[in-house]
């Protein structure tokens, strides 16, 4: 690991509870003292190392003059995703460094899939997969910058003045290297709601109708405090802030682990010793919940998600029936 991907300076380190490196990055170094009380493993507080790589990719981002955005973004999946009475932890964090503003808030995590050649399924409190092959739905970890939003719609649903249409937006991002086909896995953010459709609703005079005037009908289901399908999902609340700020302003996104984090954690637990003893990090509440955590390669896990796929019967196209 580079000095410029290494964990903050020994202040933030001693406060956090992990071994300090030698040296620190110049992002690292460079933090400004009203960001630093934010910096820990605490609840709404964000880790050492994860700062230091979302300012890292950010700062070369605006040199490069890719995005000129005054916020960035960094997400936290080796923490977990709920309290326990239930309620969403913070783990996505917005940082606008010009305005002095630092927000943590919930994000699910890929829920994964549980397949007779391979079991990469999450647990509703804490990641142990991960992955960056399409059809996963894991989460990957690394760099992004967000892109385009696309407004899409899903059905209607029963509000208390009537019948209403549900249109969730989703924020595209761009990955690198490893994350590089986000695009082809249709990763990005939105809100975590969907609608579960129950029936056809006759509707002709609605824009979404189709050809013989029908439109889905269903029910909305809230997974703030869930999981996703691979997707960075947040609060109704949340979503309106970080599409305030991401919409049509690209910025950066540093979701953590990547790929060399997940194996280096892995090797140091299967040689007996804690990640901190090996000066690594991984949020302690998961890592006894999860054990070893664990990266599918795409080069691996593609073709097996692939020869699943083709196994599966086909099946006649989804005829909902009428509402009544």
Not at 43 to 53: C, E, N, S
Not at 77 to 92: I, Q
Not at 173 to 188: Q, V
Request: glycine share 8%; hydrophobic share 35%; with cysteine.
């Amino acid at each position: 690991m580079t000095s410029s991907l290494r964990a903050m300076g020994l202040a933030a380190l001693i406060c956090s509870g992990l071994a300090a490196p030698s040296l620190a990055s110049k992002a690292s170094q460079d933090i400004p003292k009203w960001l630093q009380k934010h910096v820990g493993t605490g609840t709404g507080q964000i880790a050492p190392i994860v700062l230091d790589r979302a300012r890292a990719l950010y700062l070369e981002k605006r040199r490069s003059g890719t995005v000129k955005n005054p916020c960035y973004f960094a997400m936290d999946a080796t923490r977990p995703s709920t309290a326990d009475d239930g309620s969403a932890l913070p783990r996505f964090y917005v940082i606008c460094e010009n305005a002095k503003t630092f927000k943590a808030v919930s994000s699910g995590y890929g829920n994964g899939r549980k397949l007779a050649k391979a079991n990469f399924a999450n647990g509703r409190h804490c990641a142990r997969n991960f992955s960056n092959a399409e059809g996963s739905k894991l989460t990957a970890g690394g760099a992004y910058v967000t892109a385009e939003s696309r407004t899409s719609f899903k059905g209607y649903y029963q509000s208390s003045t009537g019948a209403k249409p549900f249109l969730r937006t989703f924020l595209l991002f761009d990955g690198e290297g490893e994350t590089s086909n986000a695009r082809e896995r249709a990763i990005g953010g939105h809100r975590a709601m969907f609608l579960r459709w129950q029936c056809r609703m006759e509707r002709p005079q609605s824009t979404h109708a189709d050809a013989d005037g029908f439109v889905p009908f269903g029910k909305l289901v809230d997974y703030t405090s869930g999981r996703s399908n691979g997707c960075t999902t947040w609060s109704k609340p949340a979503t309106e802030q970080i599409l305030k700020i991401a919409d049509g302003k690209p910025t950066t996104l540093y979701i953590y682990p990547s790929s060399k984090d997940i194996n280096a954690v892995a090797k140091a637990i299967q040689r007996g010793k804690s990640p901190q003893q090996s000066g690594l990090y991984w949020h302690a509440a998961c890592l006894k919940t999860i054990g070893i955590p664990k990266f599918w390669p795409k080069q691996t896990l593609q073709p097996i998600i692939n020869e699943w796929r083709a196994s599966l019967p086909k099946q006649p196209p989804l005829e909902l029936p009428l509402c009544k």
